[in-house]
């Protein structure tokens, strides 16, 4: 069984930057690609950011390409999602996904792909 387990939200201005964290315990870290979605009131959980199990391919959903990038520390166990320039669109509860039925460079966008997930950090941008 994976756990993981998210950290970093909070209350930011716009304009403002959060780096949030998942780490990820259980199994080993390097057989997962792993993915950031976020689910806003009332909305339906979206694809944020993914990075696959090698670390050499990334993907963005356009809404925050070019503000946000994700990262992975093979020596910590852990992913990260460094947000920039965040507006209040961005307010949501975020969370980290892994997916193990996937190849080295691989990655997937769909929620449903992805086995396991944290229990989610509220991140909040003020006006």
């Known amino acids: 069984q994976v756990q993981l387990v998210e950290s970093g939200g909070g209350l930011v201005q716009t304009g403002g930057s959060l780096r949030l964290s998942c780490a990820v315990s259980?199994?080993?870290?390097?057989?997962?690609?792993m993915g950031w979605f976020r689910q806003a009131p009332g909305k339906e959980r979206e694809f944020v950011a993914a990075?696959?199990?090698?670390?050499?391919?990334?993907r963005y959903a356009d809404s925050v390409k070019g503000r946000v990038t994700i990262s992975r520390d093979y020596a910590k166990n852990t992913v990260y999602l460094q947000m920039n320039s965040l507006k209040p669109e961005d307010t949501a509860v975020y969370y980290c996904?892994?997916?193990?039925?996937?190849?080295?460079?691989?990655?997937?966008?769909?929620?449903?792909?992805?086995?396991?997930w944290g229990q989610g950090t509220q991140v909040t941008v003020s006006s």
């Open positions: 990075v696959s199990r090698s670390g050499r391919t990334t």
């Open positions: 259980g199994r080993t870290f390097s057989n997962y690609a």
């Open positions: 996904a892994a997916d193990s039925l996937i190849s080295e460079n691989s990655l997937n966008t769909l929620e449903t792909r992805y086995e396991y």
